[in-house]
């Protein structure tokens, strides 16, 4: 009986300590993580990142990847009012075809911002009428600007300079003065001139009137049909670039495509020799497998600055860093595959009297092409979006147009454009690979 009690005792304690180590790791683990963030905080200097922040500027630049503006400008040294959207030559508009909301007379001009703000050029004067706060006199001197300001105190939207004047009272209005011109900015949702610029003759044609042009047998142009000559003015459009634009995406999907295919066919015979129930020779399992940790311990965006030095900017740069980093990758997933499959089904094909070839063929590659395909397929899908960044790098495609419509801080639309164009190109990019996945392993 008492040794029945002390062994009750010893459960009793036993289980006890047990809850004690459990509650302690429960407790222990938030904290430890707790402790981890607070760390963070303060060696990344987070709250020095939140000071410098400018909420107002990625306000701005969401602003213009929706919208566009139309700017209204007067060259103090030249004299006349130039109206483009954007300030672009080609989207620049002719003389008598302006906004109704701009009125010019020889170098003077008027702009009717709407809700009461307004903007009067008058030589080398500027007068804003802002609504609540009054009139904003700006004079283009040689040496800077003269600026009158209503009474009182100086708003928040408005930066007073001796060399230049800044006004934004609401964020689709903007005025700025130099000593060398006077210039309007008035904001409009969506994209101007997306399908055809100003000098097209289809630039003021609706959908309709485009279907029937299309399907009409009078030639706009004589060496072309009228759909050939439609197709032509859009993808040569100079602000959209949208030929340029759709070639670059072509690059980056041949570079994952052609970069995907070399590492997964250099990938499988070598993961034959990196599998040790394949290849029993212990030094040559040790080298492949070494090459393989080589080839996916160097990052793809490391491989493509190896291949720029080596073979210039270009696509085929952007395929070998893919081709390189994935052959280490796929390789080490393929040998792992190989070491898993199961030794019966090539018992059973030996037994017919087939030689090793045959063996691989019936019993090792129908095994292993489920993970084969699916691997094969997800790198498909994650490489077009790598080689979006290689492309940004040098190697060209779809990532280089991009950097260099960021690089400008301007027309931010245009980089909306291909972010946009970007993201469906990776979900069909998605959606094929999951199309294929099906069709080749369930059949």
Known sequence: MAIDTLQLDMDRQEILSRV????????????????????????????????????SRAVLLATDAVAYKVHVTKDIRRGGIEVAVEGERNGTYEEGQYPDWVDISGDDGFVDLGEGYSVEIIGQTMRFSVPGYGVIETTATKKGVSTVLPAGDVPDWLKDDPRKLDARPTLA?????????????????????????????????????????????????????????????????????????????????????????????????????????????????????????????????????????????????????????????????????????DQKQVEGVRSTGANQLQRYRYAVIPQILPVFVSQVLYYLESNTRSATVIGALGAGGIGLMLVETMRTSRDWENTSYIISLTIVVVILMDQASSWLRRKLIEG
């Open 20 to 55: 004690r180590m459990r509650s302690l790791f429960t407790i222990a683990v938030p904290l430890l993580i707790l402790m981890y963030f607070a760390y963070t905080w303060f060696a990344f200097d987070v709250p020095s990142l939140i000071e410098r922040a400018q909420p």
């Open 173 to 341: 209005r903007r005025v700025q003065v130099t000593k060398t011109k006077i210039e309007v900015h008035n904001y409009f949702g969506g994209w101007e001139n997306f399908w055809f610029t100003f000098r097209s003759p289809l630039q003021d044609m609706s959908t309709g009137e485009l279907w029937t042009l299309a399907t009409s047998s009078e030639r706009l142009d004589p060496d072309q049909s009228n759909v050939a000559f439609i197709f032509h003015e859009f993808l040569s459009n100079p602000d959209w670039q949208h030929g340029e634009v759709f070639k670059a995406l072509f690059e980056t999907i041949m570079m994952a495509v052609l970069g995907t295919l070399i590492a997964a066919f250099v990938g499988l015979p070598l993961a034959f020799l990196a599998a040790k129930n394949f290849t029993p020779s212990l030094f040559l399992r040790f080298g492949v497998r070494r090459v393989f940790d080589f080839l996916r311990g160097i990052d793809m965006l490391i491989w493509s600055l190896i291949f720029i030095r080596a073979f210039g900017l270009g696509p085929l740069t952007g395929s070998l860093a893919i081709a390189f980093t994935d052959t280490g990758t796929l390789g080490k997933l393929f040998s792992e595959a190989l070491e898993n499959i």
